[in-house]
């Protein structure tokens, strides 16, 4: 059975650094475009960051860039997140996902093409 599985949140002081692992059962990630997405209570899901299936190309949400950096191990099947210098507005539930047959692709990292969610990891960023 496909699914993927996010790890590496948890409770970090503002400035701090986390980096989240996608990894998935049953699908090889290196095939798709790979997202990672977040959702605050109250709020709908949005996304934070994609990254191409073919080549090296990524989208960032405006208020992650520079901060954050999606990579790839294609070895190790895994899809990586690495936040740097974390703010209390990033405190949410992160998830990954892979992108569906007809999205418009990671460019426009659109929630609504992406599936085989997984359960999402907490990331709370407060002092």
């Known amino acids: 059975q496909m699914h993927v599985v996010e790890s590496g949140g948890g409770l970090v002081q503002p400035g701090g650094s986390l980096r989240l692992s996608c990894t998935a059962s049953?699908?090889?990630?290196?095939?798709?475009?790979v997202g990672w997405f977040r959702q605050a209570p109250g709020r709908e899901r949005e996304a934070v960051s994609c990254?191409?299936?073919?080549?090296?190309?990524?989208f960032y949400k405006d208020s992650v860039k520079g901060r954050f950096t999606i990579s790839r191990d294609t070895a190790k099947n895994v899809v990586y997140l690495q936040m740097n210098n974390l703010e209390p507005e990033d405190t949410a539930t992160y998830y990954c996902a892979t992108e569906s047959p007809g999205g418009m692709g990671y460019q426009y990292c659109l929630p609504r093409d992406f599936g085989f969610w997984g359960q999402g990891t907490q990331v709370t960023v407060s002092s």
């Open positions: 049953g699908l090889t990630l290196n095939f798709y475009a």
């Open positions: 990254i191409s299936s073919y080549d090296d190309g990524t």
